[in-house]
């Protein structure tokens, strides 16, 4: 029997919490300037030695989005979703693997802290901490009146500043730190698709898929639209 904590969840928040998180996951310009931003935040507070700036990086990252989406994608068996959400995720990853090296061969070559530079062994510890946040992730949300817990989760899971230092290891030319970066960001991705399609399951959202399918072409077709318009602004 599922806990009434799961199986509270009404219709409308279920088709609403699709909604925003399809919506919040679509990969537009906008979606991939904030991924640059948030990333160059990082690097600079990588830079700086200032865990607060590094802080402030991982509240204005969008990337925790399209894993969620990845999850309920996989949830709902939706290949359009998956591929959609795996694309977006790929292509963040590649941007900011690309402004953290750019960044880092222009402020910071031979000035990376040691304090920043990570060591993390695959460990339960590691992707406990990764499933929990992506289990209060989904939950928050699914409920609304807990979306405000949702910046203290994105801070929890910590995916902008392995990226960084993937970024910052390619622009040092060091192998180890790109490792134990890379390492990192995937134990995170895993525990949080894991957690997400465990919490989408328990509270039935395979049976909205029609619902999100409808969403995922409602925001493809703005896409669409959107480029011919950006395109002739720039002739």
Same mark, same amino acid.
């Given at each position: 029997?599922?806990? &009434?904590?799961?199986?509270?969840?009404?219709?409308?928040?279920?088709?609403?919490?699709?909604? *925003?998180?399809?919506?919040?996951?679509?990969?537009?310009?906008?979606?991939?300037?904030?991924?640059?931003?948030?990333?160059?935040?990082?690097?600079?507070?990588?830079?700086?030695?200032?865990?607060?700036?590094?802080?402030?990086?991982?509240?204005?990252?969008?990337?925790?989005?399209?894993?969620?989406?990845? !999850?309920?994608?996989?949830?709902?068996?939706?290949?359009?979703?998956?591929?959609?959400? !795996?694309?977006?995720?790929?292509? !963040?990853?590649?941007?900011?693997?690309?402004?953290?090296?750019?960044?880092?061969?222009?402020?910071?070559?031979?000035?990376?802290?040691?304090?920043?530079?990570?060591? =993390? !062994?695959?460990?339960?510890?590691?992707? %406990?901490?990764?499933?929990?946040?992506?289990?209060?992730?989904?939950?928050?949300?699914?409920?609304?009146?807990?979306?405000?817990?949702? =910046?203290?989760?994105?801070?929890?899971?910590?995916?902008?500043? =392995?990226? %960084?230092?993937?970024?910052?290891?390619?622009?040092?030319?060091?192998?180890?730190?790109?490792?134990?970066?890379?390492?990192?960001?995937?134990?995170?991705?895993?525990?949080?698709?894991?957690?997400?399609?465990?919490? &989408?399951?328990?509270?039935?959202?395979?049976?909205?898929?029609?619902?999100?399918?409808?969403?995922?072409?409602?925001?493809?077709?703005?896409?669409?639209?959107?480029?011919? *318009?950006?395109?002739?602004?720039?002739?």
């Amino acid at each position: 029997m599922r806990l &009434f904590l799961f199986n509270s969840i009404g219709e409308e928040e279920k088709a609403q919490a699709i909604e *925003k998180l399809i919506t919040q996951s679509t990969p537009s310009q906008d979606f991939f300037f904030m991924m640059a931003l948030s990333v160059l935040t990082a690097v600079f507070g990588i830079l700086l030695e200032s865990v607060a700036v590094v802080i402030g990086s991982m509240l204005i990252a969008p990337l925790l989005s399209p894993i969620l989406s990845l !999850s309920l994608g996989i949830t709902m068996a939706d290949s359009k979703l998956i591929r959609r959400s !795996s694309q977006t995720i790929l292509k !963040s990853v590649i941007v900011g693997i690309g402004v953290s090296a750019v960044a880092t061969l222009l402020f910071g070559a031979g000035k990376i802290p040691e304090v920043f530079v990570i060591n =993390p !062994s695959p460990n339960l510890l590691s992707v %406990a901490v990764a499933v929990i946040a992506g289990f209060a992730a989904t939950f928050a949300l699914v409920k609304h009146k807990m979306n405000e817990t949702l =910046p203290g989760v994105a801070i929890a899971v910590a995916l902008i500043p =392995p990226i %960084a230092l993937i970024g910052i290891g390619l622009a040092e030319m060091s192998w180890v730190m790109m490792t134990d970066a890379l390492i990192l960001f995937g134990l995170n991705i895993v525990g949080i698709i894991f957690a997400g399609m465990v919490t &989408f399951s328990l509270m039935n959202f395979y049976t909205k898929k029609k619902v999100a399918e409808i969403i995922v072409m409602k925001e493809d077709k703005k896409l669409e639209e959107e480029e011919p *318009k950006e395109l002739k602004e720039n002739i």
